[in-house]
């Protein structure tokens, strides 16, 4: 279906795949936060684990 499980770690990472930040743990397949404070403009890779999946997208961050 593309939607993370319930559950699911995730991870942002920046286009090397460093990680930035800790792991954050998903509590919804349909809606998460994850925030972006103090990240600069960009693009950055987020890595989403489940019991049976594995996802990477990538996002782009907006900072005004």
Not at 21 to 34: D, F, P, Q, V
Request: proline share 2%; charged share 25%.
């Amino acid at each position: 279906s593309g939607l993370p499980e319930k559950g699911s770690r995730a991870w942002l990472c920046d286009m090397s795949g460093r990680v930035l930040g800790g792991e954050y743990s998903l509590t919804s397949a349909n809606r998460n936060e994850i925030s972006a404070e103090g990240l600069a403009s960009g693009i950055y890779l987020l890595r989403i684990e489940g019991k049976s999946s594995r996802q990477i997208l990538k996002i782009t961050v907006l900072n005004r």
